[in-house]
């Protein structure tokens, strides 16, 4: 691909448009962060955040918007139960061979977090160097269901409709995808603990204690689950967006991350 920094980028995986966007110097030059975002994010609400890890740790960044969210291409509805193991075996290694990266961090958040660790560990790419997993779902729990109801009562009955479509050209497609399937009973029985037992490169997990969509048990996965070098970043006065939250403390820990396991090098 040819790294652009001035605009945001088309292209496309499997015949499906997708919306992109490069911060920094490119794959020639310095290791690459992939950006997964949340189950109702895009590339644009990831805010200064990429610039931010730019600055910081002068590695270049690709945020993309997954099919059916931001400017991509829309979705068939409902979505697979399964979907975000389905993003990290089918979609993810395509994107990440379309950037060209050599060296590469993945860093997620929510529904990106778990997408992050079933990629790393089911069919991590010979060049990744390392995850952070910001507030991921190792499965399903009863306080992410009850959440995601209020949320959708705010969006089909407040505003959040309104300030969501200024993101995304399929709104109703971006909040349903991801509601209904949070919301099917079978759901419930989603995990991906196995994945989480095969990786294989250092894990850093950054997690609100506050976090309104997850509690310490999915902490306690991370630590009891991984076999490789994890380490956990808790922030006490924090809820689901650390990296919105508290930009500065997240950014700090992950440059530390990149230090302590000289992934940069």
Not at 38 to 46: H, N
Not at 97 to 113: C, E, K, P, T
Not at 146 to 169: M, N, P, T, V
Request: proline share 5%; net charge negative; with cysteine.
């Amino acid at each position: 691909m040819i790294w652009q920094t001035k605009s945001s980028l088309v292209f496309e995986v499997d015949g499906v448009s997708l919306e992109g966007r490069c911060f920094g110097p490119p794959p020639d030059d310095a290791p690459t962060i992939f950006l997964l975002h949340e189950g109702l994010g895009c590339v644009d609400l990831w805010r200064d955040f990429p610039l931010r890890l730019v600055k910081s740790l002068g590695f270049g960044v690709f945020a993309y918007s997954r099919q059916g969210y931001g400017r991509s291409d829309p979705i068939r509805l409902p979505r697979a139960l399964d979907y975000m193991n389905i993003e990290a075996k089918v979609s993810l290694p395509k994107v990440i061979s379309f950037v060209g990266a050599r060296r590469y961090v993945v860093i997620g958040h929510s529904d990106g977090a778990s997408i992050a660790a079933a990629y790393a560990g089911e069919c991590a790419g010979q060049g990744l160097a390392g995850i952070v997993l910001i507030a991921p779902h190792f499965f399903a729990e009863d306080i992410s269901v009850k959440s995601i109801r209020l949320i959708k009562e705010a969006f089909e009955q407040g505003g959040l409709k309104d300030r969501l479509a200024k993101y995304h050209s399929d709104i109703d497609g971006a909040f349903y995808g991801w509601c209904d399937a949070w919301l099917d009973p079978a759901f419930l029985n989603w995990q991906i603990l196995s994945s989480v037992r095969t990786i294989a490169v250092p894990a850093l997990m950054i997690q609100g204690a506050q976090d309104e969509y997850g509690t310490c048990r999915q902490v306690e996965a991370f630590e009891r689950e991984l076999s490789g070098d994890g380490t956990v970043f808790m922030l006490p006065d924090c809820g689901h967006s650390p990296h919105l939250e508290m930009s500065e403390d997240v950014v700090h820990a992950i440059k530390n991350f990149i230090q302590d396991n000289r992934i940069g090098l």
